[in-house]
Nanobody, 124 residues
Framework: QVQLVESGGGLVQAGDSLRLSCAASGRAFSSYGMGWFRQAPGKEREFLGITWSGVGTIYADSVKGRFTISRDNAKNTVYLQMNSLKPDDTAVYFC??????????????????WGQGTQVTVSS
C-alpha cells in the first residue's frame, strides 16, 4: 500500500513558477513509476508526465519544456516544477504511482495509487 500526499499548490500570477511535491509512504518507492496529472473544472483528468528511476521521464506535449518532473528516492518524494505558468494551467494537480510499465503510461486507469490533489490557480 502506498499513500501519496501532494503539497505546494496555491495562487500565482501568469508567468510565475511553482513547485509541487508529492510525498509517498510505503515501501519500494524507487520501483514505482511516479506520474503527475491535472484536472480542470469540467474537463477530464490530463496526463502531464511520468518518471521511472533509472529509466527516464516522459512528458505530455502540452507541458514539455515548461514542466519538469524529478524525484528524490531517499526522501520518497517526487516533484513537479512548473515554469511560465498560464491561466490555462489552473487545475487540481494529482500525483499517482504505478507498479508496472506499459506503453499506455498516459492512461489514468493504469495507476495504482493517487494523492488527494492540490489546487493550482494562475491569475492573468
Amino acid at each position: 500500500q502506498v499513500q501519496l500526499v501532494e503539497s505546494g499548490g496555491g495562487l500565482v500570477q501568469a508567468g510565475d513558477s511553482l513547485r509541487l511535491s508529492c510525498a509517498a509512504s510505503g515501501r519500494a518507492f524507487s520501483s514505482y513509476g511516479m506520474g503527475w496529472f491535472r484536472q480542470a473544472p469540467g474537463k477530464e483528468r490530463e496526463f502531464l508526465g511520468i518518471t521511472w528511476s533509472g529509466v527516464g521521464t516522459i512528458y505530455a506535449d502540452s507541458v514539455k519544456g515548461r514542466f519538469t518532473i524529478s524525484r528524490d528516492n531517499a526522501k520518497n518524494t517526487v516533484y513537479l516544477q512548473m515554469n511560465s505558468l498560464k491561466p490555462d494551467d489552473t487545475a487540481v494537480y494529482f500525483c499517482a504511482a504505478r507498479r508496472y510499465r506499459s506503453t499506455s503510461y498516459y492512461r489514468r486507469e493504469e495507476y495504482d495509487y493517487w494523492g488527494q490533489g492540490t489546487q493550482v490557480t494562475v491569475s492573468s
